[in-house]
């Protein structure tokens, strides 16, 4: 009998550590897949990150590298904000290195961006990237210099209106482009009404607390500038301005989504994509409506200056529209049609076609396009703060 007992209890021994062994294999499998996912995810928002650094800081020879603190974050069904740190590091055989930084040429970073997890298009599906310089305090006034490539200079500066009175911070603003690069506070940073600039440097109002840059230099645009940062020939940075008189300057709503018209990213280039997003009074959801005459209207960005503009002049369903500087064609000229109430369709003059919200999408990132107009809510448009 004892020897049976024993055999029993050791029956009942194996059979407890067969059940353990499942248990952590079926664990295992599980993170394991989460893993992979959460591995693209953060792949690509590196990758948009990297590609972004180098086209900003406009760098030869330099090299871009992750620590491995990447985390994420499920804000929606389709979107997953990743957070990190990396370090810039300058090419030591590159003829332009400069160390003013660090000894050895290399800058740390934090980033931040945005991943579309139902887009197919993994070049696209990344948005809302923005990185700041880890080597510069958070004091009002403090400035990062770094050495421009290529002859230029950019400067990073905080400034905070922590009492919710106006400050500058100076900092040499002639024949540069300003421009906020990361929002510090709760209040609005809004440009014109509560950050600008003049020649005495950066100015901050009614709480404001960001980072901005000023990149200076050949091709930087103009010297004359006022407080809203449009120069006194009537242009934004760089970019030329249709003449007329502006009927209407804010944000351009959907009306099914309730999302604003939004340049890509805080662009300031040629060819940025437009989409749709939350509103948040960025001076890149902010519009101005320009009278052309012949009922005919341009469309400017406050933040870029740059013109709404059917991208490579097409014309059919789908079309994508982009921001250039206006150079006054047909692609660049627009009808506001009113479909009742404070709602308009916004018709292109080349081709009769109206400003369309791709697959009547409400998420945040949906791409802007042409398409006949349908009498869809995602096809009308108000203007109206």
């Not at 000894?103 to 700041?132: C, L, P």
């Not at 200079?153 to 209106?161: N, P, V, W």
């Not at 020939?233 to 351009?252: C, E, F, K």
């Amino acid at each position: 009998m004892e020897n049976v007992g024993v055999y029993i209890l050791a029956n009942r021994i194996r059979l407890l550590a067969a059940l353990a062994l499942l248990v952590v294999t079926l664990t295992s499998i599980r993170p394991a897949q989460a893993q992979g996912s959460e591995d693209r995810t953060i792949n690509q928002a590196q990758r948009a990150v990297r590609n972004q650094i180098i086209s900003q800081e406009r760098g030869r020879g330099q090299t871009v590298l992750f620590n491995r603190d990447a985390s994420t974050e499920v804000v929606s069904n389709s979107q997953v904000r990743v957070r990190g740190t990396g370090t810039v590091s300058r090419n030591s055989n590159w003829r332009g290195n400069n160390s003013r930084n660090n000894d050895d040429g290399s800058r740390e970073f934090s980033y931040e961006a945005m991943v579309n997890t139902r887009s197919r298009n993994n070049v696209n599906n990344v948005s809302g990237i923005s990185y700041d310089w880890r080597d510069g305090g958070a004091n009002d006034g403090r400035i990062n210099d770094r050495g421009g490539y290529g002859g230029n200079r950019t400067q990073s500066i905080y400034c905070a209106s922590d009492d919710g009175r106006r400050h500058t911070c100076p900092i040499n603003t002639t024949g540069g482009t300003v421009r906020l690069l990361t929002q510090k506070s709760g209040s609005n940073c809004v440009q014109g009404r509560s950050w600008g600039f003049n020649n005495a440097g950066i100015w901050v109002d009614r709480g404001c607390r960001a980072d901005f840059e000023v990149s200076g230099g050949r091709g930087y645009g103009i010297n004359d500038r006022d407080n809203d940062g449009r120069g006194n020939n009537g242009t934004y940075g760089n970019a030329a301005r249709p003449g007329g008189r502006v009927s209407y300057s804010g944000p351009i709503t959907n009306r099914r989504s309730e999302r604003v018209l939004d340049v890509t990213e805080q662009s300031m280039q040629d060819g940025a994509n437009i989409q749709q997003w939350s509103y948040a009074d960025q001076p890149n959801q902010n519009w101005d409506v320009i009278d052309l005459g012949n009922n005919e209207v341009a469309i400017i960005s406050r933040h870029s200056g740059r013109a709404l503009t059917v991208q490579g002049g097409r014309d059919n369903n789908g079309a994508n529209i982009v921001q250039r500087g206006w150079n006054n064609t047909r692609q660049q000229r627009w009808r506001l049609e009113q479909t009742g109430g404070d709602y308009y369709r916004i018709v292109s003059v080349d081709n009769g076609k109206c400003l369309d919200v791709t697959e009547q999408g409400k998420e945040n990132g949906a791409n802007i396009q042409l398409w006949d107009y349908a009498n869809q809510a995602n096809q009308q448009w108000r203007l109206k703060r």
